[in-house]
């Protein structure tokens, strides 16, 4: 009988060391780690030289695993320091020789997964009573952006889903992709289904119709940027330095100011020491997007008035916190704000008619295997059989 190949953990045969697991307590550093192993301080400035070009150690993170390899006897002398910075990345540091730092990825492993639930409080609840990540709820709302308003969903809605989950060394890091769902809303069934058209990945639904609307590229029709998206921009009337979750576009008093996409006005109100007259649509259960700085509103755009895609909505002004007339224009995607200039606008662009019968294929088979999974309580949710 051959004899069983050596146990790897990172690449290293755990039957040649002691092995040593640990945890980045918060401030600590790679000298206070080493010199608890007996790592003398000119190895360890040494390595953290000679490292700079692979990783810095100045980054490493509170938190965060490390292990150390020793020799299996009584000096049990470090041989290997690795740090792990994500859930799959890590970097080995050799502490002998040469010295030698180098990065390291742990394998992937994706599993097929099926999934269901009944809405009784939240998606974001029922995903946890189901067994199921809840960052799932995200990426759904994400799919039907445009079709479902995830903040009305009701109780008994309900949905089921097929898709990737991936795990490293056994332990789930999150979902991967999404095939096919089923969510049905108000009594009214929404399909989605993934598809390879143009270039990409993107959600149709049984019909081959896209489920996404493209965004207009500038709520203006000709205006040149003059401040981008930045997390530390020097404001120009305060003089001190702050986040600018926007962009700013230079153009005349009075030009019109389009809405990017279909909405609802959630707010138009007037912040003397900010934004000055502004307008906030809701565009679905994800996007939203904020006008700032109006000289005034169109008409008829009062709070709660629906507004369609392209209409205008107010003028460029200078109203508010501002040195000369320019529209503030930010979006914010699940309520965490984005760059404009980098929120995709994906095609709306039905299947095309020469893809259908490989569409109508695919979702058919997709749709045979959704109906497999049980709404009721018994069926196992989030697990397949390996």
């Known amino acids: 009988m051959p004899p069983l190949p050596p ?8 039957d040649s060391f002691l092995i040593a697991d640990g945890t980045v307590r918060p401030n600590q550093h790679l000298s206070h780690i080493l010199s608890d192993y007996g790592v003398g301080m000119g190895i360890i400035d040494q390595i953290a030289r000679e490292s700079k070009e692979v990783f ?8 965060n695993r490390y292990t150390i390899f020793q020799t299996p006897d009584s000096l049990a002398e470090a041989r290997y320091f690795i740090y792990e910075n994500s859930a799959t990345d890590y970097y080995v540091f050799e502490l002998f020789d040469s010295l030698k730092v180098y990065r ?34 995200l990426r759904l709302s994400d799919i039907f952006a445009w079709s479902i308003d995830f903040y009305a969903i009701q109780k008994g809605d309900k949905f089921r889903v097929i898709y990737d989950e991936m795990f490293v060394d056994s332990v789930s890091i999150g979902i991967g992709n999404i095939y096919a769902v089923q969510f049905d809303h108000m009594g009214t069934e929404n399909y989605a289904f ?17 489920l996404r609307k493209a965004f207009l590229k500038s709520p203006l029709e000709f205006a040149r940027i ?3 998206f930045s997390h530390s921009r020097m404001h120009p009337v305060l003089r001190i330095r702050r986040p600018h979750h926007g962009v700013d576009y230079a153009a005349p008093k009075g030009t ?17 020491r900010g934004g000055g007259n502004y307008l906030k649509v809701k565009h679905n259960s ?7 700085h109006l000289s005034g509103f169109a ?14 909505i107010g003028f460029v002004g200078s109203t508010g916190l501002s040195t000369g007339p320019h529209l503030d224009f930010r979006v914010h995607k699940n309520g965490t704000p984005v760059d404009p200039l980098k929120v995709e606008a994906p095609p709306v662009e039905p299947v095309n008619e020469s893809r259908m019968p490989e569409y109508v294929t695919m979702k058919d088979s997709l749709l045979t295997e959704l109906q497999k999974i049980r709404w009721d309580v018994e069926a196992l949710a989030g697990t397949n059989p390996d």
């Open 7 to 14: 146990v790897l953990k990172y690449g290293l045969p755990v």
């Open 56 to 63: 810095d150690v100045r980054k490493i993170r509170g938190g």
């Open 104 to 137: 390291g990825e742990k394998e992937i492993e994706t599993k097929l997964r099926t999934g269901h639930g009944e809405i009784q409080s939240s998606l974001w609840n029922t995903m946890k009573d189901n067994g199921l990540d809840p960052m799932l709820a």
């Open 194 to 210: 993934r598809f390879f058209q143009d270039e990409r990945f993107d959600y149709f639904d049984e019909e081959g119709q896209s």
């Open 226 to 228: 003059s401040s981008r």
């Open 256 to 272: 019109p100011v389009r809405t990017i996409g279909d909405g609802t006005v959630i707010a138009r109100a007037y912040q003397a």
């Open 286 to 292: 994800v996007y939203t997007t904020t006008y700032m």
């Open 299 to 312: 008409k008829g755009v009062v709070q709660g008035a629906r507004v369609q895609q392209g209409q205008v």
